[in-house]
Structure formats: structure tokens, C-alpha cells
């Protein structure tokens, strides 16, 4: 996999995010609306759709993927995250295994 172009400009919410995805029902679409029902209607928050895409957590509709499935499950969670950036930064993990 090439490295993922999708980024955030601010990481502030990033763990308040994730925790409102583990307590929130899985959406069928993950949406703008979706996150806004969240309570993350910053800009800057809606770069986070991309991310999650990036990560393999959502497909290019939008729609959760079973890796999202998968991080729904507290235990496992740390884990699906850190798998789904060694995916989408591959290109610099390749480079520098300690990146």
C-alpha cells in the first residue's frame, strides 16, 4: 500500500472520537451527519472520516468495514488502530522500522 494521503490538521479530538465510536451504535454509513451527531462538528473533525478511511475502518462509501467491527471490541482496540496505521504508512514503516 502507497502512503495514505489523508491527514489531520489538528489531533485534539482524536481520542474523544474514537472513545464516541466505541460507545456509539456502528452507523451504516459513517457520515458527516454521523459525527456531527457525536458532537464533532468542527471542520477539522470532519477530516477524520478520511482518516478512518485511510485506516481501513471505512470503505470509499463510507460504510464500516470489519475492521471497524473489530475495534468496536475495547480489548481489541489499541491493536486495530496501530494494525491499520502500519497498513496506511507502510511506505515509512518500510523505511524505518522504528517510525
Not at 489531533?11 to 454521523?34: D, G, L, M, Q
Not at 482518516?51 to 481489541?76: H, V
Request: aromatic content about 12%; cysteine-free.
Amino acid at each position: 500500500m502507497s502512503l495514505t494521503m489523508s491527514y489531520l490538521t489538528s489531533v485534539k479530538n482524536v481520542e474523544s472520537i474514537f472513545n464516541s465510536i466505541i460507545s456509539a451504535k456502528a452507523p451504516e454509513r459513517f457520515t458527516t451527519k454521523f459525527l456531527e451527531d457525536l458532537g464533532f462538528k468542527s471542520s477539522t473533525d470532519r477530516l477524520f472520516i478520511g482518516m478512518l478511511k485511510a485506516l481501513g475502518f471505512l470503505d470509499e462509501g463510507g460504510q464500516p468495514t470489519q475492521r471497524y467491527y473489530e475495534f468496536l471490541d475495547q480489548s481489541q482496540s489499541k491493536r486495530i488502530v496501530a494494525m491499520g496505521i502500519e497498513e496506511a504508512y507502510e511506505d515509512l514503516f518500510n523505511l524505518n522500522r522504528n517510525a
